[in-house]
């Protein structure tokens, strides 16, 4: 079974930066978009950067140039309002749009 694994979450002050990185299990994800959404409590889950849209504000998406496998998110400049739970997921042949999701880390912003 495909794993994407989150790692990097954690509280950090505002004002501060974060990275999160997701590594996939299975090679042939480095051939496929993987990307970012967040959800905050009470609130849906939102699109926040992707390997094909890499860059969103304070946001910035990137792949590991040599494990492909491995992306991640540069977050700057965080605020309170960016407390939420990340989630990687990836957009696989085996369905439509974003179809395979990683467990999700915490990220919470203190003020």
């Known amino acids: 079974q495909v794993q994407l694994v989150e790692s990097g979450g954690g509280l950090v002050q505002v004002g501060g930066s974060l990275r999160l990185s997701c590594a996939a299990s299975?090679?042939?994800?480095?051939?496929?978009?993987m990307g970012w959404f967040r959800q905050a409590p009470g609130k849906e889950r939102e699109f926040v950067a992707s390997?094909?849209?890499?860059?969103r504000g304070r946001f910035t998406c990137s792949r590991d140039n040599n494990k492909k496998t491995t992306i991640y998110l540069q977050m700057n400049n965080l605020e309170p309002e960016d407390t939420a739970v990340y989630y990687c997921?990836?957009?696989?042949?085996?369905?439509?749009?974003?179809?395979?999701w990683g467990q999700g880390t915490q990220v919470t912003v203190s003020s």
């Open positions: 997921a990836a957009r696989t042949p085996e369905g439509r749009g974003w179809n395979a």
């Open positions: 299975e090679r042939r994800f480095g051939m496929y978009a």
């Open positions: 390997t094909i849209d890499a860059v």
